[in-house]
Structure formats: structure tokens, C-alpha cells
């Protein structure tokens, strides 16, 4: 079955680090996404890609990057960790955008 | 698992009854809407969505309700179950080529 999954499920990492993020899809969806979970915020999106070599800004992409090589895979770096990016992170991917996104099944990271 | 949201609206219904979860959304312009369920340590995941040519959709249990005079959504599970409990989001389409604006989640308590 297609799926989408995320790597680490659970990272810890000390400030100041660069950290990447896995995300990989076997739908051959043209749409990914990155979001942050955090208390109270509900899902912010950090960044997102149309298609290979597309990449956009969400509204709190301060400090991370993503890169789009292969329509499958949507790495998310974090370039010098930082406490503030303690968060849960879910991929997700679509096929379209007025479509439903699917979600992996979250990493947790804790920046100490 | 992870702490969705401490801070989140509670719904708590006694087992067996319905559940009305609302959600007010942003944009009158959009056009397309789904609910999402996320449990405890998980990813979100689809449960219904709506276009906006409609102002009602029935699932297996569930049904969305969409007045867009109001820019109200609604999702009403029939029979609520131990295993409704969770967190639920919508989520809107904004024409544009936007990514899914997510509202921020209610957290359904179902009582035994």
C-alpha cells in the first residue's frame, strides 16, 4: 500500500545542531507539506513544495529549510536548532491542492 | 503518545450519544472542507470533507454540515464511541493554490 512515512519518529538534539527531518511518500504526489504541532497552536505550516524543485514559505519557516530533488521525498532541516523548535512535526502530502492531505505519523523533537 | 493540546475546547459526551463539533472558518472565498481526527501519538487523519456546492455530506456515522452564510462548519458523529476520543480539526481550501488552513482543534471526551 502507498504511504507516507517520517523519520525519526523521536530525535533529541542540542542547541546550535543542524537537524534533518525525513519525509517520504509513495503516492507520487506532487503536493508536500511540513507543519509544527505545538500546545495551543494547533498545525502551523513551516514549508511546502508543489513539485520537484518548488519550494514555499509557510507562515513560521524561520530557521528551517526544505529541499524537493524527487517527487518523493521532502527533507526538513533545521540549520542551528534551537529550544524553540521543541515541537511535534507531521509531513503530509496531496495530490492536489483542493484535495485532502495525507499525514505521516509525526516526529517528535526535543532541542535541549 | 503526544499531547495534542492541553489547552484545546473539550467536547465530553456520555457514550452513546451524538457529538457536535464546530468549527468557524477564515475565508468566505473557500471552497473546499474536511475534518480530520487525530488520536493520541498519531498523525491527523481524513474523516469527511465537503465542497462547497453542498451544505451537508453524510459519512459512515458522521456528517458535515456547512453554512456558508456564517462561515460555520459542523461534524456530528451519531453513537459516539470510546473510540471517537480524540482531537478534531477542520480544515479549509482557499482558492489560489494555497495550502489547507487548519483551525486549531477540539478535544472530543467520551464518557463510559
Known amino acids: 500500500d502507498a504511504e507516507i512515512t517520517q523519520s525519526p519518529r523521536h530525535k533529541i538534539t542540542e542547541t546550535g545542531r543542524q537537524v534533518t527531518l525525513a519525509c517520504h511518500q509513495t503516492w507520487n504526489h506532487n503536493n508536500m507539506f511540513w507543519y509544527r504541532q505545538d500546545l495551543g497552536h494547533g498545525l502551523r505550516l513551516i514549508h511546502y513544495?508543489?513539485?520537484?524543485?518548488?519550494?514555499n514559505k509557510g507562515e513560521v519557516s524561520d530557521g528551517y529549510s526544505v529541499s524537493r530533488s524527487n517527487t518523493e521525498d521532502l527533507p526538513l532541516t533545521l540549520e542551528s536548532a534551537a529550544s524553540s523548535q521543541t515541537s511535534v512535526y507531521f509531513c503530509?502530502?496531496?495530490?492536489?491542492?483542493?484535495?485532502?492531505?495525507?499525514f505521516g505519523q509525526g516526529t517528535r523533537l526535543t532541542v535541549v | 503518545g503526544e499531547s495534542v493540546g492541553l489547552h484545546l475546547p473539550t467536547l465530553s459526551v456520555q457514550e452513546g450519544d451524538n457529538s457536535i463539533i464546530n468549527c468557524a472558518y477564515s475565508n468566505s472565498a473557500s471552497d473546499y472542507f474536511i475534518w480530520y481526527k487525530q488520536e493520541s501519538g498519531k498523525g491527523p487523519q481524513f474523516i469527511i470533507d465537503?465542497?462547497?456546492?453542498?451544505d451537508k455530506r453524510q459519512g459512515q456515522r458522521v456528517t458535515v454540515l456547512l453554512n456558508k452564510t456564517v462561515k460555520h462548519l459542523s461534524l456530528q458523529i451519531a453513537a459516539t464511541q470510546p473510540g471517537d476520543s480524540a482531537v478534531y480539526f477542520c480544515?479549509?481550501?482557499?482558492?489560489?493554490?494555497?495550502?489547507?488552513?487548519f483551525g486549531k482543534g477540539t478535544r472530543l471526551s467520551v464518557i463510559a
Open positions: 513544495s508543489y513539485g520537484v524543485q518548488d519550494t
Open positions: 503530509a502530502s496531496s495530490p492536489l491542492g483542493d484535495t485532502e492531505a495525507f
Open positions: 480544515a479549509e481550501n482557499i482558492p489560489g493554490n494555497t495550502p489547507l488552513v
Open positions: 465537503i465542497r462547497s456546492n453542498m
